[in-house]
């Protein structure tokens, strides 16, 4: 079965057994089950019938978060009938790539913030909560990070939120609290743990809810991408850290280059004051990294490119998708010092700014965007089906990838697509070294 995603004209209908035969994946998460779509799903083209909002998911999980043994089944409901529907509908090409990212970044989101809700509920149950003690309808002083896979906020299939938890004692993200809410607190007969305690629990519990087992009984492991467990070179350091130990982590106990990891940073759920706060100061510690490194930066660059490209399993092949981000981080830190919100960990994003702010030529931002997208959504569909490609020249012209994703024309139009990238990233490479 081929399905054309640039064909608009076309919609097949794919009945449970051809989805679950087109994709090894989404079998295996069902544990060859079968799924029921929903009957007002008909032809629909912008979004999805069945989705609901943020707003709606937080009102469902919290009705449940005492209750784990009632909240991690809505959890995994939750993630496999998105995956499921998505990919129905990015099959029978109903979604564009734009709106595929979307519903995954949103689904990753989701997950989070149900799982930590959960983890808080049951935490607070039993102990006092060290900054804001008993005081209820308050937003916990934490905000929730993630680290996307590409650093483009454009997830995968495959992949789950990597969370990273910064908490703050700072009276700008703590409410003031006065004698009677001790008070309270200590007449509460609840234990007292100490802050750091208290969020490693909270930590280790949301990140077990994120494994709650599939339907084989398998745990599902949303940080195996990333390898945040291991501590590895992706991202130095905790998982949990106090706020300003965020900040004196990057500036004063790590490389500069080991900065680099946190272009992939984006507030995911939590406090938005805090969240925007860490973001704000990622921002200063990429720009302070990118000044301490000065010549040195485009080889830093390089190599964390390259750790990238082994981590996703991808080829770091010139007008390839790691090659174009590179490129725009590049040309993000040599206009950063003049404007540093052009430093967002959305590559996508920076090249439009730049385009507004007349520091990039709209045409080439066009090329890019487009060669961008596409090897996402390549990359992604690979995914989908389970499969390994590196999307190199020698692999392309073997023609293998339009028989890998049943996809007429892929291999030709992403050679061509990379080629026209590849004339840009060296123009835009050679001009963005001048004064870097």
């Known amino acids: 079965m081929q399905v054309n995603p640039s064909d608009t004209g076309t919609k097949p209908i794919l009945s449970d057994r051809q989805l679950f035969e087109t994709s090894p994946f989404l079998a295996e998460m069902v544990d060859g089950g079968t799924w029921k779509e929903n009957k007002e799903q008909g032809n629909v083209t912008d979004g999805l019938s069945s989705s609901f909002s943020f707003k709606d998911f937080r009102k469902q999980i919290r009705q449940v978060a005492g209750d784990p043994e009632a909240a991690l089944p809505l959890l995994r409901k939750l993630r496999i009938q998105t995956l499921l529907e998505v990919a129905r509908a990015d099959l029978e090409n109903r979604l564009k790539p734009h709106q595929i990212q979307a519903e995954l970044k949103q689904l990753g989101d989701k997950l989070l913030y149900g799982a930590w809700t959960v983890a808080e509920t049951v935490l607070r149950r039993k102990y006092v909560h060290p900054l804001i003690l008993e005081r209820r309808n308050i937003i916990s002083p934490v905000a929730i990070c993630t680290l996307s896979r590409l650093g483009s906020a454009d997830p995968f299939y495959t992949t789950a939120p990597a969370p990273i938890f910064v908490h703050s004692r700072a009276a700008e993200f703590s409410p003031a609290l006065k004698e009677k809410d001790l008070i309270q607190a200590r007449r509460s007969q609840k234990e007292w743990l100490p802050a750091r305690d208290y969020f490693l629990r909270l930590t280790s519990r949301t990140i077990s809810y994120l494994w709650a087992s599939d339907a084989q009984g398998n745990r599902f492991n949303p940080m195996g991408e990333d390898h945040l467990l291991d501590r590895s070179v992706l991202l130095p350091g905790p998982l949990v850290i106090l706020f300003s130990?965020?900040?004196?982590?990057?500036?004063?106990?790590?490389?500069?280059?080991?900065?680099?990891?946190?272009?992939?940073?984006?507030?995911?759920?939590?406090?938005?004051?805090?969240?925007?706060?860490?973001?704000?100061?990622?921002?200063?510690?990429?720009?302070?990294?990118?000044?301490?490194?000065?010549?040195?930066?485009?080889?830093?660059?390089?190599?964390?490119?390259?750790?990238?490209?082994?981590?996703?399993?991808?080829?770091?092949?010139?007008?390839?998708?790691?090659?174009?981000?590179?490129?725009?981080?590049?040309?993000?830190?040599?206009?950063?010092?003049?404007?540093?919100?052009?430093?967002?960990?959305?590559p996508q994003k920076a090249l439009n700014l730049m385009v507004r702010k007349g520091l990039v030529d709209p045409e080439h931002r066009?090329?890019?965007?487009?060669?961008?997208?596409?090897?996402?959504?390549?990359?992604?569909?690979?995914?989908?089906?389970?499969?390994?490609?590196?999307?190199?020249?020698?692999?392309?012209?073997?023609?293998?990838?339009?028989?890998?994703?049943?996809?007429?024309?892929?291999?030709?139009?992403?050679?061509?697509?990379?080629?026209?990238?590849?004339?840009?990233?060296?123009?835009?490479?050679?001009?963005?070294?001048?004064?870097?």
């Open 245 to 346: 130990a965020f900040e004196d982590h990057f500036l004063k106990n790590q490389p500069p280059a080991q900065a680099l990891s946190l272009l992939r940073l984006r507030f995911s759920v939590g406090q938005t004051l805090l969240g925007q706060a860490v973001e704000a100061a990622s921002r200063e510690i990429l720009l302070r990294a990118a000044s301490l490194l000065g010549g040195r930066l485009k080889n830093a660059l390089n190599a964390w490119f390259l750790e990238r490209a082994k981590a996703e399993g991808l080829s770091m092949v010139s007008g390839g998708l790691l090659d174009i981000e590179k490129v725009i981080r590049f040309l993000q830190f040599k206009y950063a010092p003049d404007d540093i919100t052009l430093l967002s960990s959305s």
């Open 366 to 436: 066009k090329i890019l965007s487009r060669s961008y997208t596409w090897q996402w959504f390549i990359i992604n569909r690979l995914a989908l089906f389970d499969r390994r490609n590196t999307l190199t020249p020698q692999a392309l012209r073997s023609n293998l990838l339009d028989r890998e994703i049943g996809l007429e024309g892929a291999s030709d139009k992403t050679l061509s697509l990379m080629k026209s990238a590849r004339s840009i990233c060296r123009d835009l490479l050679w001009e963005g070294t001048e004064g870097v």
